[in-house]
């Protein structure tokens, strides 16, 4: 699957001694033609931007490759050739051009571009594979924190737009509003990909920083490369509007109050079902809870990865100040320089010059706040590991409170077949029977248990524990039942005898 769209030659571009040439003659392919409007062009518009690609970087090429003079500029002149903006025909511009040329044929023939034919015309095109491959290199040449500016308001902005989705929700650009949600999941995954981006550039700096070989090639790349590059970029996005902890604890509220709504869940397992994010139903509710899920965790152990940043941002600034310090105690250094004057006015005294020469100054007796008494304690032998049960998760006592407050509120307004039982129990008489319209609706809880036995006697669904004691039908031809609470179609509920109760039983 991963090689499918692939050619199997493909990567030679990035294996051989010009890959830096072919990755800027791929980016700019892609940034002219394949990236914006679509374009169609031309064998020799290609062959054109190769042209100018060779002629911005003639160091890119080997001594052998080296063209001599800067190469001229040429301009295209129609379908069929190219012409030089210069008149005068040399053959440094003639051997850019086959070379140009035999460009365009190896990215033909290692699949990353193909020719197509309309009638008399030939276009060139960029297919799936390459094109996709291509479209990441093109992100990783990019500012990461500029790619990434603003996310965490983002993801936040759309948990807050997919709270508030219900069924009674109708509209259906309203109801497009879940299709954030997966948004929000994958702009998620894109902040944690950037942390791990900083990371390891962090890393490459240290290997560059102590790789090279004199003090100031040491300096000039921490400072260039660390300073200049991540510091005031990276770490600038990150420490200010892409803080991890400006909206954490926002973000993770939201997506678990979404996950414990089930109307809100609903909803969003029917828009990926509609919009084909999902085959059905139970998978659509599985992927809802997946992207809830993803966003809750990234957000939650967000922490531990930006912690690391810090520290490994601490340790190689105080690897460039142990640098500077030990440096300072070279003979190159202000030690060295302060040593070799001392040795010359020493050398001034012992020759009889200067024989009364005087430098005031004041001597400080040495002396340590500590007692030569108290050494550090003896290292003593390592302490076996001993196994201890894991402890339980942290939990959070607020969380815990509302996740119980919200389960009783569920099974409120979802009344059993018991609940039901006892309702009809206070409004039907023994042995005899009651319309619904006669009913009287008291409480909260009495219109529920109503609205449930109205929905069984239209289904005619009755639970086997609600249906040992009563029995419902649906009477819609008699006058409906109307009160203060609602308005429905009539249904009548019989009570079974007593005897028949135990037989059923």
């Not at 990236?35 to 690609?53: F, K, L, R």
């Not at 991890?244 to 709504?261: G, Q, S």
């Not at 079974?496 to 109760?501: M, P």
Request: hydrophobic share 40%; proline share 5%; aromatic share 8%.
């Amino acid at each position: 699957m991963l090689f499918r769209y692939l050619n199997d030659d493909a990567f030679l571009a990035f294996s051989r001694e010009h890959k830096h040439l072919y990755s800027l003659i791929l980016l700019d392919l892609y940034e002219r033609f394949f990236s914006g409007a679509p374009a169609y062009p031309t064998p020799q518009e290609v062959t054109h931007t190769i042209y100018d690609v060779m002629r911005a970087n003639p160091s890119l090429w080997s001594e052998n490759d080296d063209f001599g003079e800067q190469l001229p500029e040429i301009v295209s002149a129609g379908r069929r050739r190219i012409k030089r903006s210069a008149k005068i025909k040399t053959e440094t511009a003639d051997r850019a051009l086959l070379i140009a040329r035999q460009l365009y044929q190896r990215l033909i023939t290692w699949g990353w571009l193909e020719e197509e034919e309309y009638g008399l015309r030939v276009t060139v095109d960029m297919s799936m594979g390459p094109l996709l491959v291509i479209q990441r290199l093109a992100s990783l040449n990019k500012d990461v924190s500029q790619r990434f500016g603003g996310l965490i308001v983002t993801v936040r902005v759309n948990l807050e737009a997919v709270e508030k989705l219900n069924p009674q929700v109708v509209d259906r650009k309203q109801r497009e509003v879940a299709l954030a949600l997966r948004e929000a999941r994958n702009q998620v995954d894109q902040f944690t990909k950037s942390l791990r981006a900083i990371l390891s550039d962090l890393k490459r700096i240290r290997r560059t920083v102590m790789e090279s070989k004199t003090v100031g090639d040491r300096l000039e790349a921490f400072f260039e490369e660390f300073v200049e590059q991540l510091l005031l970029r990276d770490f600038e996005a990150i420490l200010t509007f892409n803080h991890p902890y400006r909206f954490r604890d926002t973000i993770v509220d939201l997506a678990r109050k979404i996950a414990h709504t089930p109307s809100t869940m609903q909803v969003l397992s029917e828009e990926y079902v509609s919009n084909s994010i999902s085959p059905s139903m139970s998978e659509a509710i599985l992927d809802v809870e997946g992207d809830l899920l993803a966003i809750e965790s990234t957000f939650g152990h967000i922490g531990e990865m930006f912690e690391r940043i810090e520290v490994f941002r601490r340790q190689l600034e105080a690897r460039v100040r142990n640098t500077i310090k030990y440096a300072e105690r070279g003979t190159h250094g202000l030690v060295g320089r302060a040593g070799d004057l001392v040795r010359r006015l020493d050398g001034l005294i012992a020759r009889g010059r200067h024989p009364n020469a005087t430098i005031e100054w004041s001597l400080e007796q040495l002396r340590s706040p500590w007692s030569e008494f108290h050494h550090a304690p003896s290292r003593e032998p390592r302490k076996p590991i001993e196994l201890r049960p894991l402890g339980d998760w942290p939990s959070d006592p607020l969380y815990e409170i509302r996740k119980k407050l919200r389960s009783l509120y569920i099974d409120r307004i979802s009344p059993g077949p018991e609940d039901v039982r006892r309702f009809l129990e206070t409004q039907v008489p023994a042995a005899g029977t009651r319309e619904a319209r006669f009913m009287t609706l008291r409480t909260v809880d009495d219109f529920l248990a109503f609205d449930a036995a109205r929905r069984y006697a239209l289904t005619n669904e009755i639970p086997p524990e609600l249906g040992v004691h009563f029995e419902l039908e649906l009477a819609s031809d008699l006058p409906p039942h109307d009160s203060e609470w609602l308005r429905c179609a009539n249904f009548i509920v019989r009570r079974h005898a007593a005897t028949r109760r135990r037989h059923a039983q």
